[in-house]
């Protein structure tokens, strides 16, 4: 007897029937069916993982034969394909990998695969990682950093390359090709040779995967690690320290993708520390690298404490010097004008710069959209930006078409994502977050595709079907799937319905690290544009930022028909209202309603889409495993109790400018005022992990 | 200009409209009418005190005259008294008082004055203050003690003074005569010179009131302040102490009430330290008050560690001692068998006692209602105690009728409460705090008052009419008086419903002080009956104690009929169902639901309930001055992230056992388990004061 249960339980290990860690992300193990591989290309490591990539997880039909062709083809554009039943066709190595991963996503997903050419949307498709050389990560809420270490330990071992595979894979398998593997709050550290012996490394096990590697980079690097007096851009010195680093890391990485640059912003050195422009510093950095194909990418995020609207100046500082940059360089601009808020209009950088090279910089990493507890599906954000039409152009100049090619000749095109990864087993810490890290990839290769899709192949793909005995896997579709979705869908505008609705930005807590309600928050000696106030703009007469032509005028940054239709607060959509006027608290809204009591009902709605998703989830238990079922259980009751303070916060901060009372259809608060700002002035208890 | 808006302010303040902070109780100074008082008696201070109530509040005809005459009167009883619609008849000067008192409330919440004699229901009716000579106060939420100083300090103030007649007239107006001013865990010290002292000061303020003064007694004084080597009650040389102690406290208060004593319970020194009886113990002590009138109360709330159910202790003990104590002893029963639970069944030594006086022991504090946050109306949960019948001289044995004298020919009757008295300007630090000091001392002159009676006198008192412009006063009625009653009426049951509903109790927090859930509250090494899974009970089985024959069987302490109907979980009453069974959680009950269901349903319930009273009490705002409609909706607001805090918390503790779902009509959890427990092992933050 004892013999037969452990011949079980040894056959029970064996089959992999252990807990369900969701470290397999949306790439999980099939029943393969068999298939033969033919590669007409020479044998490369990388053609070896397309291959594998098959071999693995063919779903079609039996003892197919399929063909990877590596061929000039016109129709094919960077690293596209051309796509058959059994055939994928490209000019590059990467791009059959690319067809692989989509001909078995076809597969799995339940798509049809016609012959058809696949080309990407941008050029560059980057992850940034806002993870520094102790291996903390900045905003990151999924642990440490998967390239650096705690005690800086340069010792790379199998678990690493382990780890930096299966990480290069999953960007791959979505398309991603590109990692700036370290915060561009850039330490100095990052360009010393044992640091680049590391970067080497990691490089290594990215290339395969067709992912280049890249740094950020601190401008006055020239200063802190090489010793130099100025880092001034214009300097011979400076430029030769650079040229020399540029060298010195290609030497080692002959494919190194380049550097990303945050200079002048927020505190950090830059080209203005030497009277130099944004150009001058771009161009110099751009000079080192161009003999080795090297890319430079220079953040558009800059504001400084004394500007009386913060959401104007990156405008201000940047169209002037549309033309003067080196065509090796590409202007990276967050999708708002502000600072990724879970609404913002978009950058109205988008478009303006015609003869410069933009790529749009979106946030994976929910720094203001509930860190890794609240379910927050971004996809539909960045659908919103792209989708938004700059008119800069005419009519169709939507931030997709001004970013990637279609309008203006950019010599290079990129979109980059803040990751949200770290050594979290489950990469992401919210299992949900990982399906943000699928999106970006998704549309950073897509422009144009629509979110609905993208949670529908994410969930087919990461919940492999019905787990539970007493559910029927034909119930999937209906029980699980369409709800899901439907979940995912809203969950985004959920947030913005319970912590910054109409228009309202920037009102989150500061010491709690952006997580929670926070619009009271601004500590006497405070910059301005750090705190709340500043951009909520609430008293007696009402709240919102005056940002029309007789305010900030920021309105003007805009396009018409946008620039008229913001200005006004009867054609201004309300989803903006707040962010560009200052309205009495009795306005009469578009629905009849007063300001005050549709603020009110937003932010109740947004409480009861929590609890609606909650219900949604706890519905579709049979068919998920049980610890993602109970961890994505556990993130969303915490996320309810969140969504209740930042309602309660909210509606008892405005009252006490409004004087109004709270809709009785509204559910009373559970929080008084001064106890939910007596719990902001203090550090968070540790929340546990589910 | 300026003069005009001097003489304006000055006007102002003088008119008195200030800040409105409760402190006036229900005694709100009134526009009095003309009236002649004439007294047909001996002058005395506690006459004149009564003239002055009837001078200064008079709403009755203008000009009339009023007669309060002293006389011999058979109908009257004790300090009762005979009323008409301009005279006062008692044959003792208290009854004089309580007589205007009465007349006065009449006339101010419109109840009709017919010539009718009001008789006490108790002869004694009292205060117990768990006041620390430190001035600290167990259990106490309002403040510091108003009778000890936290230096310790023995100068009486004029200011202490000023207080203390307040708390006189306030109990005088409601027919309290008795407090005893220290903690029942008594400190040898108030035996000493200075704290008698001190004590004298208080008695001389409340007597003129009617109030006595009483103490309470650690019953090792002799050994402790005393220097005896025994305090065993049969020792002579103890015995002599006490006399001697007794003699100098009457030298100082000629009419000092007597002795309260909690002995031989939780560690408190006892007769039983000694090998002797609680009766043995309690007679010393009467032996020693006896030769002045002077009373003793000996606690019934004993228990030990190792018990195997605490319920049954306090009968087994004292039903064996019944007709052996002095007839100066009362013996004083908390209201349920365990601890002021917020439900528990009436304590079985209710009518068992046959030749003994026993006297209720309510608690007014709210230490498992909700401290000085939850808005409870306590009123409800002592009638229905009062009401209660215990069969024990057969079918209408009520807990009020067998304990005062109605059924049993007691020596003395009692009634006590644990008061909820403190520094705090509103005196009960929740407003509503207030009726329940009301509604205890209405009950125990009167143990047939019906709570919506005394409700609806009390805000009619307490809330003098319309403060706001834009409310009508012939709308209070309507608007206020009715939805805040009820609103008071069903606030105790919603406690019920959110923390420990269908027999549930004692699984609060401990490391809160009793505020908020802690059924999983269990260190190692905690004495059993300490730890809330004592009184739950929860397993994979099911929920509940079994007090049933074929458990502990302290179902059999009750007379029959309650012991069939208790011991059947089909006859017995849903609110004891879990007091006395322990049922699988798919019980069916009477709702037809099951148990777990009809539980998550109740906790539900409760929440629900709470938010239907802020909503009660935010349309309340125009009949309520600015600061305690803020001060209560704050109040009520914290309350109700307890009510969620509770559901919470009990439902996913709970939910280990059942393993069942959520009723998908519950509102999903805003709390993960995990978190909970982790914040319940740290102390509380400090509650922010409203």
Chains 1, 2 share one sequence.
Request: include cysteine.
């Amino acid at each position: 007897m004892k013999k037969l249960l452990f011949s079980l339980w040894l056959l029970s290990t064996t089959l992999g029937l252990r807990a369900e860690d969701g470290h397999q992300l949306w790439l999980r193990p099939h029943q393969a069916a068999p298939v033969t591989v033919v590669v007409a290309a020479k044998n490369s490591t990388l053609l070896a993982m397309a291959k594998q990539e098959l071999e693995r997880n063919w779903q079609g039909a039996a003892g197919a034969t399929v063909t990877l062709t590596l061929k000039k083809d016109n129709a094919i554009k960077h690293d596209g394909f051309r796509l058959g039943p059994t055939s994928v066709r490209a000019t590059t190595e990467a791009g059959l990998l690319y067809g692989v991963f989509e001909l078995l996503r076809r597969q799995q997903t339940g798509q049809p695969v016609a012959d058809k050419v696949f080309n990407p949307s941008y050029e560059y498709r980057l992850l940034n990682h806002w993870d520094n050389p102790d291996g903390s990560v900045e905003r990151g809420y999924a642990g440490h950093s998967i390239f650096w270490r705690k005690d800086s330990s340069f010792v790379v071992t199998a678990k690493d390359k382990a780890l930096w595979q299966e990480y290069a894979r999953a960007n791959a398998s979505v398309g991603l090709n590109g990692a700036v593997i370290n915060n561009v709050n850039a330490s100095p550290l990052i360009l010393s040779a044992e640091y680049l012996g590391r970067t080497k490394a990691i490089a290594d096990v990215l290339r395969p995967y067709g992912v280049k590697t890249f740094l950020a980079v601190k401008f006055s690097s020239p200063v802190l690690l090489g010793g130099l007096k100025t880092a001034d851009p214009l300097d011979p010195a400076v430029k030769k320290w650079w040229q020399a680093k540029a060298k010195e890391i290609y030497q080692q990485i002959p494919d190194f993708g380049g550097f990303l640059v945050k200079a002048s912003s927020e505190g950090q050195p830059g080209p203005q520390d030497y009277g130099r422009t944004h150009a001058d510093g771009a161009n110099m950095l751009a000079d080192a690298v161009k003999p080795y194909g090297g890319l430079v990418m220079w953040r558009a995020f800059v504001y400084s404490p004394n500007d009386k609207d913060r959401a104007k100046q990156a405008y201000n500082e940047f169209v002037p010097l549309d033309g003067k940059f080196r065509d090796n360089i590409i202007v990276q601009v967050k999708n708002g004008p502000v600072d990724f808020q879970p609404r913002e209009p978009f950058s109205p950088l988008f478009g303006a710069l015609k003869k410069t090279s933009v790529m749009p910089e979106f946030q994976i990493t929910q720094e203001y959209l509930g860190h890794s507890i609240d379910l927050a599906f971004l996809s539909t954000m960045w659908e919103e930006c792209l989708g938004s039409d700059t008119y800069q152009a005419g009519p169709s100049s939507t931030v997709a078409r001004v970013t990637d090619g279609s309008v203006y000749p950019q010599k290079h095109t990129a979109m980059a994502g803040v990751a949200n990864t770290g050594l979290d087993r489950n990469w992401t810490g919210q299992d949900f977050g990982q399906a943000n890290w699928y999106a970006f990839g998704r549309l950073a290769w897509n422009n144009q595709l629509k979110s609905a899709q993208i949670a529908d192949e994410w969930l087919k793909q990461t919940f492999t079907g019905a787990t539970s005995s007493t559910a029927s896997a034909s119930d999937w579709n209906t029980n699980f799937l369409a709800p899901v979705t439907q979940l995912m869908l809203a969950s985004r505008e959920a947030i913005v319905n319970y912590s910054m609705p109409l228009g309202l930005h920037h009102i989150m807590s500061a010491t709690h690290d952006h997580y929670g309600p926070g619009p009271w928050w601004a500590p006497p000696k405070m910059r301005a544009d750090w705190t709340p106030p500043y951009y909520h703009q609430a008293d007696a007469q009402g709240v919102g930022f005056d940002r029309t032509t007789g305010g900030s005028n920021a309105v003007s940054q805009y396009h018409e028909p946008l620039a008229g239709q913001f200005n006004n607060p009867a054609t201004c959509p309300d989803e903006y209202l707040l962010w560009f006027h200052h309205l009495p608290w009795d306005f009469k809204m578009k629905s009849g309603r007063t300001l005050w009591d549709e603020l009110a009902l937003h932010y109740d709605h947004g409480v009861q889409q929590v609890r609606q998703f909650q219900q949604v989830w706890d519905k579709a238990q049979p068919y998920v495993d049980a610890e993602r079922f109970a961890a994505v259980q556990n993130k969303l009751r915490a996320q309810s109790g969140n969504a209740v303070l930042w309602k309660d916060a909210c509606l008892l901060y405005f009252q006490q400018f409004s004087h109004l009372p709270i809709p009785a259809i509204v559910e009373p608060p559970m929080h008084t005022l001064e106890g939910v700002i007596a719990n902001d002035a203090v550090r968070p208890r540790q929340q546990p992990r589910p």
